[in-house]
């Protein structure tokens, strides 16, 4: 099974500044198998992130995926108010598809 | 729209069995495999395994395998998701969720999610 570590477990930051969130795989997540998802309180997760750069449809450009082979980071660029939430990470490249424990991102 | 509607919130005890159904609409349901992915309060989402719409294979995580069926009825675009022997650590909210692509053969992200259904586990 592929242990995902997600970095920080949570990041304090104010609306407008730049979130950078890491996902650490315990082995290579091979083609990029790496999905991020939103989830924000009571509701189920969204997906941000496929592919580990592809946007999901109507995700908003301030969100951008990157990495390969066993890091991956999720960047938002400039954060809005709704942006605040739990993120989690998932390989799906081998099963059991595995998520990391999540990052989340509260305001300063 | 593409839509996973699943049933209401249960209450039972342990050793008891419980059944979630997670009827989809707005896309060819034999297209698109659907996971479970279910997350204690106030955890972190765990998957629990994946069933292919179209011919029925099932995949399921190792630590569930014994206990946990997925099923599909195509006759009413809906998966069900039965889980046996509860103890009150499989009290969580279960989440079904559609595959990213069509006929990705379980290797795929999820893009759909349905709303969770809460499964209590208590004497």
């Known amino acids: 099974e592929i242990v995902l570590t997600q970095s920080p477990g949570t990041l304090s930051l104010s609306p407008g500044e730049r979130a950078t969130l890491s996902c650490r795989a315990s082995?290579?997540?091979?083609?990029?198998?790496l999905a991020w998802y939103q989830q924000k309180p009571g509701q189920a997760p969204r997906l941000l992130i496929y592919?580990?750069?592809s946007r999901a449809t109507g995700i908003p450009d301030r969100f951008s995926g990157s990495g390969s082979g066993t890091d991956f980071t999720l960047t938002i660029s400039r954060l809005e108010p709704e942006d605040f939430a739990v993120y989690y990470c998932?390989?799906?490249?081998?099963?059991?598809?595995?998520f990391g424990q999540g990052t989340k991102v509260e305001i300063k | 729209q593409v839509q996973l509607e699943q049933s209401g919130a249960e209450v039972k005890k342990p050793g008891a069995s419980v059944k979630v159904s997670c009827k989809a609409s707005?896309?060819?349901?034999?297209?698109?495999?659907i996971s479970w992915v279910r997350q204690a309060p106030g955890q972190g989402l765990e998957w629990m395994g994946w069933?292919?719409?179209?011919?029925?294979?099932?995949s399921y995580a190792q630590n569930l395998q014994g206990r946990l069926t997925l099923t599909t009825d195509t006759s009413t675009s809906t998966v069900y998701m039965k889980l046996r022997s509860l103890t009150s650590v499989d009290t969580a909210v279960y989440y079904c969720?559609?595959?990213?692509?069509?006929?990705?053969?379980?290797?795929?992200?999820?893009?759909?999610w349905g709303q969770g259904t809460l499964v209590t586990v208590s004497s």
């Open positions: 969720a559609r595959d990213g692509t069509s006929y990705c053969g379980g290797d795929c992200w999820e893009d759909f």
């Open positions: 707005g896309y060819t349901f034999t297209s698109y495999g």
């Open positions: 069933i292919s719409t179209y011919n029925g294979y099932t």
């Open positions: 082995q290579s997540v091979s083609s990029s198998y």
């Open positions: 592919g580990a750069s």
């Open positions: 998932q390989q799906y490249v081998t099963s059991p598809r595995t």
